[in-house]
């Protein structure tokens, strides 16, 4: 059987790889930072991680981590309800509940999974998930795996949530889910406007801050601290595996009573191990952080600012963005790569994305803004781009 198999992906994968689109890794032989080395031996600027605030490599993560190793060893080997459960488990589940404002907070191994294991023990067929378009695919896969009845919503369109609400008002229980910010395009999600709805429809509020939390907000609490609405949203899903720190790790954080219902129900918390202890050690130090000062908040804040300014006098087209991330819009996907290929030969390091990560035609560059960068990274990159963008005709 196989080797009809092997015959069918080898002719879709040769397709993949003549147009253009096939995926290379790029493998990084230093920690993740502003300025890494890739295998090849080149020294590149990294614009296209998800390190907003810096810490992958910050000297106190790194420090707890290793006290961490020898306090507590260096993995569970059980799930949370036999025997994975450490008092640093504890601990940072009560310091990211503070940190949201929120009753409880429950840890996955990755957003992903607490995305997958949210919707199925809360909602059935009698209950309705309205989504919106531009959500996640952990979101999308999430909600597959409910029987909730399944409305879709234009991308931070209120007039589509709202009809969508209308429509839904037959179900039982309904919940609008919605990332904060959106990851390919960088737009935060409305959400003062969808707490109106939400209360005019009777309906529950669910926020993925993965991208926002650690960015968006004045003190990088996410968009419900950008809106003025801490603790009035149900449930937030962030994850460990970008701002704070980007080990791995997810989490769930809301009202009581969902948290407690997921901790007997989830699927990915009761079948999936602990996240080890030191990356729970090392995730409360990322929030205590933060806590202390706000200087990687406004530096990345500024960084942001002068990037976005500069490539939009360069005549870029760029997204509206309020988010760390720069989508520069090339619209063709061979286009992408083959400027991605010639950016990391000036030694800037990003990624083209395309269909299917983007809809059909909308292919870009996604610049990810670090606090880490200093000027001089963000100008050479800015000199990067210009460069490129004038040869391949794109300014």
């Keep these: ?29 230093t920690p993740q930072r502003a300025e890494i080395k890739v295998q090849s031996g080149q020294q590149v600027l990294n614009f296209c ?54 009753d409880d907070t429950i ?17 059935t067929e009698e209950d309705a998930i309205i989504s919106d378009s531009l959500n996640h695919a952990s979101i999308i896969d999430g909600v597959r795996l409910c029987k909730a009845k399944r409305y879709r919503y234009a991308n931070a ?21 919605t990332d904060g910010v959106f990851s390919m395009d960088g737009n935060v999600a409305p959400l003062d406007k969808i707490l109106l709805l939400a209360e005019k429809y009777d309906a529950l509020v669910m926020v993925d801050e993965s991208h926002s939390a650690g960015v968006v907000g004045k003190t990088g609490k996410g968009v419900t601290e950008q809106y003025g609405v801490m603790g009035k949203v149900d449930v937030i899903t962030g994850t460990l595996g970008k701002a704070f720190g980007g080990a791995i790790g997810g989490f769930t954080s809301g009202r009581q009573e969902i948290i407690d219902m997921l901790r ?29 000062s706000n200087h990687l908040q406004d530096k990345l804040h500024e960084n942001v600012d ?34 991605a290929s010639e950016l ?11 269909y299917p990560v983007v809809p059909k035609g909308q292919a870009r560059i996604r610049v990810q803004l ?26």
């Design 1 to 29: 059987m196989y080797g009809k198999i092997q015959q069918l992906l080898q002719a879709e994968l040769k397709a993949i790889e003549e147009a253009g689109l096939y995926k290379n890794e790029r493998v990084i032989v």
């Design 49 to 102: 991680a998800n390190n907003y605030l810096g810490l992958s490599d910050h000297p106190r993560l790194i420090a707890v981590a290793k006290k961490a190793l020898d306090e507590r060893g260096y993995g569970m080997s059980s799930v949370r309800f036999i025997c994975g459960t450490q008092d640093y488990h504890k601990e940072l589940e009560k310091t990211i509940s503070d940190f949201f404002k929120t």
């Design 107 to 123: 840890l996955y191994a990755s957003c992903f999974d607490a995305n997958g294991g949210l919707f199925e023990p809360l909602f």
């Design 157 to 177: 369109d209120m007039v589509s949530l709202e009809e969508s609400l209308q429509e839904a008002q037959e179900q039982r229980f309904r919940i609008i889910v």
């Design 264 to 292: 007997q129900r989830s699927r990915p918390y009761l079948f999936s191990n602990s996240i080890p202890p030191m990356v729970a050690a090392s995730g409360v130090e990322a929030f205590r952080l933060l806590q202390e």
């Design 306 to 339: 002068y990037f976005i300014a500069k490539m939009k006098e360069a005549n870029f087209d760029i997204k509206p963005t309020q988010s760390a991330i720069c989508a520069v819009m090339l619209y063709d996907a061979k286009l992408s790569q083959l400027f």
């Design 344 to 354: 990391l030969e000036e030694g800037i390091y990003v990624t083209g994305f395309y």
């Design 370 to 395: 670090s606090a880490g960068h200093e000027r001089a990274h963000l100008d050479k990159a800015i000199d990067a781009f210009v460069k490129i963008g004038k040869k391949l005709g794109v300014i």
